[in-house]
């Protein structure tokens, strides 16, 4: 069964503002990945955080983690054109299996 | 340069036709995957392998079969016991599977079409 689900399902905002998308796993995780996906191609990661870290940057990028609600949120500040593709969060447990969720699929307008 | 690769990119298969999928990457890596995708499903795990000659099932690996014979090379058999093969197919890799705190690294994906 999935592991991960990303809330909202699909998320439009004009260029320049900030978006947001969460995600909820079900058990204990090692670490808690973000994905991109761009139509039609393969997934790219973007950013990982350790279950003892509660918050990390990557460039526009800011990743949370909670683990007391088993929780993730991927910020994307000051949003592109560009950035337009589906997201997911991937979460890998003790056994090396990496489960994905159903992602997000985000328009930014221009 | 490294990297995973897929081929073909889009296939197409008969009734009744068992198809393999390629998968193959020169990163070095112990553990490789092959995930399903539908239109908002997500991604769906089939396989995975940690090492050479081992292999797990995930959790829709009915109707489909591995091999893990080389370290570069995961091949994806899509059989016909498979009712609804049509989807998209990415396979990914990862650094030694002991190391779990590693990204993991996708092929451009093949897109599957029973005609």
Redesign the interface.
């Known amino acids: ?2 592991q991960g689900e990303e809330d909202p399902q699909a998320l439009s905002i004009q260029e320049g503002e900030n978006a947001t998308m969460n995600c909820s796993y079900k058990t204990s995780i ?2 808690l ?1 973000w ?1 991109r996906q761009n139509s ?6 973007l950013i ?1 955080i ?1 279950s003892n870290e509660r918050e990390k940057h990557s460039g526009r990028l800011r990743v949370t983690l909670d683990t007391s609600k088993k929780s993730s949120s991927l910020l994307i500040t000051a949003s592109r054109a560009a950035d337009t593709a589906s997201y ?1 969060c ?1 979460n ?1 447990r ?1 056994n ?8 997000t699929l985000l328009t930014v307008n221009p | 340069d490294g990297g995973i690769t ?1 081929s073909p990119k889009y296939l197409f298969r008969k009734e009744g036709q068992n198809v393999t999928l390629s998968c193959e990457q020169n990163l070095n890596h112990d ?1 490789m ?1 092959w ?1 399903r995708q539908d239109p ?6 089939i396989y ?1 392998s ?1 090492i050479v000659n081992d292999f ?1 099932k ?2 829709i690996a009915e109707g489909y079969s591995v091999s893990r014979e080389k370290k570069e090379s995961f091949p994806l058999t899509v059989t016909s016991a498979q009712k609804n093969p049509t989807a ?1 197919y ?1 396979c ?1 890799s ?1 650094v030694p ?1 002991l190391l ?10 093949t ?1 599957l079409t029973v005609v």
């Open positions: 069964s999935q090692n670490n990945q994905y039609g191609r393969g997934l790219v990661h990982l350790r997911f991937a890998r003790s090396y299996k990496l489960t994905f969720g159903k992602g | 897929q553990a995957y995930y908002g499903q997500g991604l769906r795990l995975y940690q797990q995930g959790d998209f990415l990914a990862s599977g779990t705190n590693t990204e993991a690294f996708f092929g451009q994906g897109r």
